[in-house]
Structure formats: structure tokens, C-alpha cells
């Protein structure tokens, strides 16, 4: 009796992580099951590798692949370009203390992405730039910039300013103390933001879609037309390209994790 | 290095330099010359200056006013990374990106050295003659980097002489803090600057890892025989190691000395209370050798004041002796408590109402009675810091006298609205009030000293005006109060910026 009194009284913490685990066994892994189970099947029901074979064979897709893989690596660069300086200004010392600059880049997230993807395509052709690739790279970058900004802005708002007064006590001028001192420990930054960009990105069709003309159509706008489409065997065909989606989207955050775990000496930050 | 002839013997000079942060003076018209080779150490409690002074050393701060001379050239408009000093900072600020040995490198693989096999060129450059740009032909040795075994060399000499010869490849965040702390020492001497600067190294060492350091600390300074210059708040530390102290308080120089003659014959009131355990009360000079101070007269061995001048008189609490019984001595007293401290008892003891700490080998328990005596030569006698308040004021109305950022009820017979005046308000009549609401302006206390009957307070307003009040309460450090001033015995006088400059220059 004396016991189970006792044990009534612990309430164990990890109680608490029930309600997420349901959840994520519900909305996470089941639908990632389907995926599988989908993928995997034919069209009468049995075990196949056919979807696969589809997948792998057909031309288009693998020029598809590589369209969405390009549109994801040069947005996300442009995205680092113009996120790192910035980071930096905004960071740096007669700002450092007006976290409300910061916040000014960060607003935009805040409004309905649709929206300002509709609002973004009317100025392009108010100013003369038609639907083409490159408005698409500009969606994108325009869409995607305070999640790159946020994680650099982060990192560098918190690198202790001892490590640059040491730097340039030991005879490195403002250049050599960015590139062997503030460039290096921003980096888990920068790992953070890049992955933070890029894999939604390579998943996203709506702003190909709005943006691009019909040469710029991505992976992840074939795969919705394969689900919009209700014939039957569509569903199969579809799974197994989500699934070859996600297989490379994970090999990107295992390098990234490969990557932050190598630098992360440095100070973290960001929120990967 | 040592049979080298030294160009200036004076390696440092700080003129007249002052620093504030926005409006807040940090360091007030300091002048202080350093002597090549030396082991300097910038004494103080925290917010005195010495950090903010070491930092325009190294560059990372630019005087307000003044200048600094590193043998005999203006430092304060070249940046810190052409400057020949390097610091030991306080939290190390090793890079974490970078192992042992390429944090100790780092230095190296920047720096040039001159290159003798290689001509020297000659480069035209633009300078500045009496504020005209001239064109001038210059001769430029040639120079190089280190090879990569030169380095490879100095860091690992480096690494010998901290005692971390096996810790090159080590990552920075798997040491212990001792460690850390010698990696950040070998990283800066690596370099051979003519200034080691060292800010608060072994503030985050525990007690015995930290004796270690010093010795080490000091035992480096001799082989290296660079200037170090050594900022710390433990009176200890700087006793230990230092050539020469210099104790600051509020931005300013309080004393610079030997060790030993800081702790035997401190400039000041504040610099005994602030190294070691002191007596500290008020006397009279009778004259010549003869001081009184608690209703006697006592022989010492100071002369040159003025007759009847009041002084701070300092007694250690170890020279103080202490007999059995009463009669004995020039004081009878009782004692009060007793602590053992290892190898020494202290004692408090009140003999004509004032409290003396007292230290020996002997121990003498609560209640008993006892007799205290104190040689001539351990009587310390200095000058009164200030005698009185002194404020740069103005006459704002009837009665009404604004300075220290106060409105104050002063009387102000002889005076006119819009006079500037100086405000001279007496220690006494200063009155503390715990409620700052009841003051007409809010202080902090920034120092508290007992002296004998009564206790010297000094409170700091939020515009770093300073005020010091003779209180019989004890009010304890950084305390908010109100500050009121009995106008009654406050003193104006008419103000003249330039006739109080020239009377500045004087003194």
C-alpha cells in the first residue's frame, strides 16, 4: 500500500512528451508510412519497384531534378549574398542596439506568403520583368531573405566582441579580422540559414509556379500535378518522386549537420 | 635583449589624458611614465579607470584628451594592430574556432619581420608637415613572413615556456581555465611586443591555481624582460609580483610606489583602507613629532604640517601590541572579539570609544582587559584628501543655489539669479537620508571609511559628483540615498573660470 501511495505522488516529466509524441506519430510518421506504402505499390495492389523505375527512367524528371536544384542553390546564394552583409551592418556597433532595424526585416514574414509573392509578381511587371526564370529566383530570394538573415543576425549579434579586440591586438588589420576571425565563427549562422532556405525552396512550386514562365517548372509542381490528377495510378507515381524528394533533402541536413557539428566550437545560433 | 642600449628609458608616458563615456569622466587628467622592463600594476577597486586605462594603451579606447607616448611616439592615432603591445584578456578570448598551437600562431602569420636579403625599396608617400601634404621619398626595408617552420619554432618555444608543450593540437574549449589562461599568455608574448598588458588575467582562477600563476607570471617577466603592465582589484596580487603599484581610485592616481611603500607609508586615507587592514582616524598635529588623536598625545615621527592641522593618522593592525591589564600601554581597552586567522589572531578592540582591529600572536579572549601600544614610527600621518566639498554652482534664485545637478536651499545674501559661484558645503554639513525621495538628489555610496568616532562617507550622484559626509551611521557600499545639505553652513563664493584655473595651475 505504502508503495503505491509513493508512487502516485511521481509525476514524471516525461508524461509531458505524450501528447507530442500522439501527435507526431499521427501527422508525421503514419502519412510518412502512406508515402511509402504508396510508393511501393502498383497499380493492382502489389509489392513493385515500377514507381521507382518511373521515377528514375522517364527524362523529365531528371531535367526537373536538376532545374529545382539549380533555382534552390542559386536563390539560396543570392539569399547569403545579400543576407550576410546585412547581418553584419545590423550587428555591428551603431546598430547593434536598435533590434528594431532587425525586426524591420523580419515584418515581411509576417504577412500572408501568398500575398506577397501576388504583390511581388504585380510590381516585376509593372517594371517590365515577365514571368521567366529569373522572376521566379527573385520570388524566391525576396520570399525566403529574413530566414537567412535571422540566423546570421543571430550569431553575430552574439559573437563576444573580445575575439575581434584580440584579433586586432595580434596585428590583424579590419580585412584580416573578418576573414580569419567574424567569417568563421558566423558560420554556424550562415549553415543554419542556408539549410533553412534551401530545403523548402527545392519542395516549393507555388512561386515557379506564379513567377516562372513554362520552361521554369520545378520537381515539386510535377508531383502536385500528379496528385491533382485522380486517376488512380498517379498516387503511386507521385509517392515514390516525394520520397526520392525527401532522400535528397535529407543527405542536404545531414551535410549541414555534418557541417554545423564541425564548427560548432563557435558560438550557436540560428535556429536549425 | 638586455645589452641592447635602450632609446628612451621611459617606455610609456600618459600625459594629462582623460576619458568619458558619454558625459561619465572614467579617467580624470592622468599622467604616469613607465619605466622599460618594468612589472607595473594598476591597482583599484572596479570603476576606478585602470581597465578603461589599459584599453587606451592598447587601442581598443581613444582618450577624450591627452596622449600616450610608447618610446616617445604618439600612440593614440595609430590602430591597435600596428601597436607593439599585446594583450592578455580577462576572459582569455581564445578563438574558438582555431586549436592551441593556431590560436598561438595567429599573431605570427600576420606579422612581418624585416627581410636583409631582399634591397630595400624606395616608396614615395604622402605625409603631413605642419598640416600641408608633402611628397616624400622614403626608403622601405623589405620584409617577409615567417616560414612556416620559424613558427612552427616560436610557438612551440612558446608552449615550453607556459608549460603546454604537448597541447599544440588540443581544441582551446577542452582545457581547464588554468590552461586556457597560459595559452592566452603564450599567445600574446609570442609576438615579442615591447608591453605585455594584462587585464584581470587570474580573476576567474581558484585561489591556488592563481598563487601558482603569479609566481609563474613573475618568473616569466624576468626571463622575457618586457614592461608588463597588470591590471587587478586584489591588493594581494599587486603586492606580490609588482615593481612598481599604482593605486587609482575614480579615474584618478591616488599613489605610485614600490610595494613595500605602499603598504608602509600610504599616500592616503583611501590607499591604506584599500590595501591591507588599517586604523584610520582623525588627529591633530600639536606639532612637530607630536600628534593627538583619541584625547592623547602621541610621539611619531612625522614633521612639516601645519600647527593644529587636522590629518588622517593610519595605524596597521599589526603594529599595534597588546598587553595584559590595563595601564600598560598609552591605551586601556577591552576586547571585543576574536578570529583566528591561521597564523595570527585578530581582535577588535574599543579602548576611548574607538574600535581598534588589532592583530597578534597572542590570544586574548572577549571581555578581557587590555592595554595598547604604538610605536612612534608606526604612527602613519598624511594630509586630509579634502576638508571640504567644492562645487562649480549657480544662483538660480532667492535661496536657491543649483550645483550637482541639484536645486539646493542655500543663502544667498550678496549674490544675483544667474551668478556662478563656487559652493563650498563643509563633510558635516552633508546629511544622508535613507529614502532617496527625501534627498533632493540620489547618490550612491562609493566608499566608506571609519575614523575613529565617526565615519568618512563618500556617495557618487548620477552625474559622478562626488560628496563626502562625516556621519556617525555606517552606510554600506553602492546603497541608494538621498543627499540634503544644511544651507546654514554652506559657504559661496563668487566664481571665475579663469582666476580658478590659474589657481589650479598652482597647486
Known amino acids: 500500500m505504502k508503495n503505491r501511495k509513493h508512487k502516485a505522488k511521481v509525476f514524471r516529466p516525461t508524461a509531458f512528451s505524450f501528447p507530442y509524441l500522439a501527435v507526431t506519430v499521427v501527422f508525421v510518421i503514419v502519412p510518412l508510412i502512406l508515402v511509402l506504402v504508396y510508393a511501393f505499390r502498383g497499380d493492382d495492389g502489389s509489392f513493385t519497384f515500377g514507381n521507382f523505375a518511373k521515377v528514375f527512367t522517364q527524362k523529365e524528371n531528371l531535367i526537373q531534378l536538376g532545374r529545382t536544384l539549380e533555382i534552390a542553390a542559386l536563390s539560396t546564394a543570392l539569399c547569403l549574398l545579400l543576407a550576410y552583409p546585412v547581418a553584419y551592418i545590423l550587428a555591428s ?3 547593434n542596439k536598435m533590434a528594431i532595424l532587425a525586426l524591420l526585416f523580419i515584418i515581411p514574414m509576417w504577412i500572408n506568403f501568398m500575398l506577397r509573392i501576388f504583390a511581388l509578381q504585380s510590381v516585376l511587371t509593372a517594371i517590365g520583368i515577365p514571368k521567366s526564370f529569373w522572376a521566379a529566383t527573385i520570388g524566391m530570394v525576396y520570399d525566403f531573405f529574413p530566414y537567412m538573415l535571422l540566423p546570421i543576425y543571430t550569431v553575430m549579434s552574439k559573437l563576444d566582441k573580445s575575439y575581434i579586440e584580440a584579433s586586432t591586438d595580434l596585428g590583424a588589420d579590419s580585412v584580416q579580422t573578418f576573414f580569419k576571425v567574424t567569417l568563421p565563427l558566423s558560420l554556424p549562422g550562415v549553415i543554419s540559414g542556408v539549410s533553412m532556405v534551401f530545403m523548402p525552396i527545392f519542395s516549393s512550386y507555388a512561386i515557379t509556379k506564379m513567377m516562372g514562365d513554362a520552361k521554369t517548372t520545378v520537381i515539386g509542381a510535377k508531383i502536385a500535378s500528379l496528385f491533382e490528377n485522380q486517376s488512380y495510378g ?6 515514390a518522386l516525394s520520397f526520392v524528394l525527401l532522400v535528397i533533402v535529407l543527405l542536404v541536413m545531414l551535410l549541414s549537420n555534418f557541417l554545423t557539428n564541425r564548427t560548432q566550437k563557435a558560438p550557436k545560433g540560428g535556429v536549425a | 635583449m638586455a645589452n641592447e642600449k635602450a632609446p628612451f628609458d621611459k617606455i610609456i608616458e600618459i600625459n594629462n589624458v582623460t576619458k568619458s563615456f558619454d558625459g561619465k569622466v572614467v ?12 612589472f607595473v600594476t594598476l591597482l583599484g577597486p572596479s570603476g576606478c579607470g585602470k581597465t578603461t586605462l589599459l584599453r587606451m594603451i592598447a587601442g581598443f579606447e581613444t582618450p577624450t584628451e591627452g596622449e600616450i607616448y610608447i618610446e616617445g611616439t604618439p600612440i593614440t592615432s595609430i590602430p591597435p594592430y600596428r601597436r607593439p603591445v599585446n594583450t592578455v584578456f580577462q576572459k582569455y578570448a581564445l578563438f574558438p574556432h582555431l586549436n592551441v598551437f593556431k590560436n598561438i600562431a595567429f599573431g605570427l602569420k600576420l606579422k612581418r619581420v624585416p627581410d636583409p636579403t631582399k634591397p630595400a625599396k624606395v616608396k614615395t608617400v604622402t605625409v603631413k608637415r605642419d598640416g600641408v601634404k608633402v611628397k616624400e621619398q622614403q626608403t622601405v626595408e623589405a620584409t617577409r613572413k615567417y616560414t612556416k617552420e620559424e613558427i612552427a619554432d616560436k610557438v612551440n618555444r ?3 615556456l607556459v608549460g603546454l608543450e604537448d597541447y599544440g593540437h588540443r581544441d582551446v574549449n577542452s582545457l581547464s581555465g588554468g590552461q586556457q589562461q597560459r595559452v592566452a599568455i603564450a599567445r600574446a608574448i ?12 587570474l580573476g576567474a582562477l581558484d585561489l591556488k591555481m592563481r598563487k601558482e600563476m603569479q609566481l609563474e607570471l613573475k618568473k616569466m617577466h624576468d626571463e622575457l624582460g618586457i614592461t608588463f603592465i597588470y591590471v587587478t582589484h586584489d591588493q594581494e596580487e599587486a603586492l606580490t609580483m609588482s615593481d612598481v603599484v599604482v593605486v587609482m581610485s575614480n579615474g584618478v592616481i591616488q599613489q605610485v610606489a614600490q610595494p613595500k611603500k605602499i603598504y608602509d607609508e600610504p599616500q592616503n586615507a583611501f590607499v591604506a583602507d584599500f590595501i591591507g587592514e588599517s586604523n584610520i582616524l582623525t588627529g591633530v598635529m600639536e606639532k612637530d613629532y607630536l600628534i593627538s588623536f583619541l584625547g592623547k598625545k602621541l610621539a611619531c615621527v612625522d614633521k612639516g604640517f601645519e600647527k593644529n592641522e587636522k590629518v588622517d593618522v593610519i595605524v596597521r593592525p599589526e603594529d599595534i601590541v597588546i598587553t595584559k591589564g590595563l595601564g600598560q600601554g598609552q591605551f586601556d581597552g577591552e576586547v571585543v572579539s576574536t578570529v583566528f586567522k591561521g597564523t595570527y589572531y585578530e581582535m577588535e578592540v574599543l579602548a576611548s570609544d574607538y574600535e581598534f582591529t588589532v592583530q597578534s600572536q597572542l590570544e586574548f579572549v572577549p571581555g578581557s582587559a587590555v592595554s595598547l601600544s604604538i610605536a612612534p614610527d608606526s604612527i602613519h600621518i598624511m594630509k586630509k584628501m579634502l576638508t571640504v566639498n567644492k562645487y562649480v554652482g549657480e544662483v538660480t534664485g532667492e535661496n536657491l543655489v543649483t550645483f550637482a545637478n541639484g536645486d539646493f536651499e542655500v543663502p544667498t545674501q550678496g549674490f544675483e539669479t544667474g551668478d556662478e559661484v563656487l559652493v563650498y558645503v563643509p563633510f558635516n554639513a552633508v546629511e544622508l537620508t535613507d529614502d532617496e525621495e527625501d534627498g533632493v538628489i540620489g547618490a550612491n555610496v562609493s566608499q566608506s571609511l571609519y575614523k575613529g568616532t565617526y565615519y568618512q562617507v563618500e556617495v557618487r550622484t548620477d552625474g559622478y559628483d562626488a560628496f563626502f559626509v562625516d556621519t ?4 554600506d557600499m553602492n546603497d541608494r540615498v538621498g543627499i540634503k545639505v ?15 584655473e590659474e589657481k589650479a595651475d598652482e597647486e
Open chain 2, 190 to 201: 609570442v609576438c615579442e611586443p615591447k608591453i605585455l598588458l594584462l587585464d584581470e588575467p
Open chain 2, 486 to 500: 544644511d544651507g546654514s553652513k554652506v559657504k559661496l563664493e563668487k566664481y571665475d573660470p579663469q582666476e580658478d
Open chain 1, 234 to 239: 498517379n498516387y503511386g507515381y507521385g509517392a
Open chain 2, 158 to 160: 612558446a608552449l615550453k
Open chain 2, 27 to 38: 579617467v580624470k587628467d592622468l599622467s604616469l611614465s613607465i619605466r622599460r622592463g618594468q
Open chain 2, 472 to 475: 556617525p551611521d555606517e552606510w
Open chain 1, 93 to 95: 556597433k551603431p546598430f
